[in-house]
């Protein structure tokens, strides 16, 4: 095998821009498609010359592929997924790999079972920046972690939730903005900082109408004393994406696509307790971190997948990753909810009975101006 043939499950918004990416990848072919839209599915086939099928279980089996790129809303990820590695097939799935870390942990265990390759499209583990965050942290530039702290500020219109009957449901997507925009954010953060130990979270709907939530902030806490702050929401314009990770040695700060690392001349420990100066402070100077050049983007994950399966290369997004970003936003959820602090991981059997008590409770929408199309600035 020299090329991976895929299948796109899913081709109304973000994976018919899948499809268009996929033909820029040497490594792969599109070879078939699945929506449950006919109209759709025929005319994303027909651009690109490949079958059609209305029922994802047809695609998978169908013999034309060897790997499927799951684009479907959110909450379908995991029967799908499933179903695929069942039936000895590699899976790229889009961002939330789940709305449930009890099945997320299933999609782990299929991916084990089947021996085949899993990711995420996490695509801004390719962007520099978090890369040279990543690094300093590791390289121990930071030292101990004692604080972090996460902004991820997006907007999105009425307009956008009006898009589909699924949208910021709980009985259609399973959340609001912290299954939707912040799972790339809180992979980031998470992948820099860790999963706290605890958290005390709140959850609002202050925007738009909508039943989940549009905007969410959370204390949280560490295993070894840090604490940390997030908050995440569609309701500001213009959108901010930060993350400070400081310890006892440095400090990271990557905001809006730019890097800072800086590490102090003295500990911060030993500082305190050998300064005579009752006014002074550590100093702290900039350090720089050199990060190979890598292709950033959508592409890359699928080529790095590609590349995982047909030459054994180390995933950038695995599989077993993406249950850190699920378990998170499952914490903040479920202690806004219930109104108590939340340790993790999230208890499943407790997270369950909370989804079903508010999929109950879910309501149609009053309103659907249905668009199926994927958004322009970030795919690529």
């Not at 979270?201 to 738009?208: E, M, Q, V």
């Not at 314009?237 to 310890?247: F, L, N, S, V």
């Not at 180390?314 to 993406?322: D, Q, R, S, T």
Request: net charge negative; proline share 5%.
């Amino acid at each position: 095998m020299d090329r991976v043939r895929i299948g796109i499950i899913g081709v109304g918004g973000m994976g018919s821009a899948h499809a268009r990416m996929m033909q820029q990848i040497e490594e792969v072919q599109l070879t078939a498609v699945a929506d449950i839209d006919s109209t759709v599915a025929q005319q994303v086939a027909e651009q690109y010359g490949v079958p059609f099928f209305t029922d994802y279980r047809q695609c998978i089996d169908s013999g034309l592929v060897d790997a499927v790129l799951v684009a479907t809303p959110h909450p379908s990820h995991p029967e799908i997924a499933i179903y695929a590695f069942d039936r000895g097939l590699h899976v790229l799935c889009e961002k939330p790999m789940a709305i449930h870390p009890a099945d997320a942990d299933q999609m782990i265990e299929a991916a084990r079972r089947a021996g085949k390759v899993f990711s995420i499209m996490f695509q801004m583990r390719t962007e520099r920046a978090y890369r040279i965050a990543r690094k300093a942290i590791e390289q121990g530039v930071v030292g101990e972690v004692m604080r972090t702290q996460l902004v991820s500020a997006w907007y999105r219109n009425q307009a956008y939730y009006d898009s589909a009957e699924w949208r910021a449901t709980w009985a259609g997507e399973g959340g609001g903005v912290l299954v939707n925009q912040a799972p790339h954010l809180l992979d980031m953060f998470c992948w820099l900082a860790g999963l706290p130990a605890k958290v005390t979270a709140f959850t609002h709907t202050r925007l738009h109408d909508i039943e989940t939530e549009d905007e969410a902030f959370a204390l949280l806490e560490y295993s070894n004393g840090a604490h940390g702050y997030l908050y995440t929401t569609t309701n500001e314009a213009p959108g901010t994406q930060r993350i400070e990770i400081a310890g006892d040695l440095g400090k990271v700060v990557v905001q809006d696509g730019q890097v800072s690392v800086y590490r102090l001349q003295t500990p911060l420990r030993e500082f305190t307790h050998t300064s005579t100066d009752m006014w002074a402070g550590p100093q702290a100077e900039p350090v720089q971190v050199e990060v190979e050049e890598m292709p950033t983007g959508h592409a890359h994950i699928t080529r790095n997948f590609a590349r995982a399966i047909l030459y054994g290369e180390p995933l950038l997004a695995p599989g077993e990753e993406g249950i850190w970003n699920v378990e998170l936003a499952s914490a903040i959820i479920l202690s806004s909810k219930r109104g108590k602090t939340v340790s993790l991981p999230v208890d499943r059997a407790e997270y369950d009975a909370l989804l079903q008590e508010l999929r109950a409770n879910s309501q149609p929408k009053r309103r659907v101006i249905g668009q199926r199309v994927s958004d322009p600035n970030i795919v690529r």
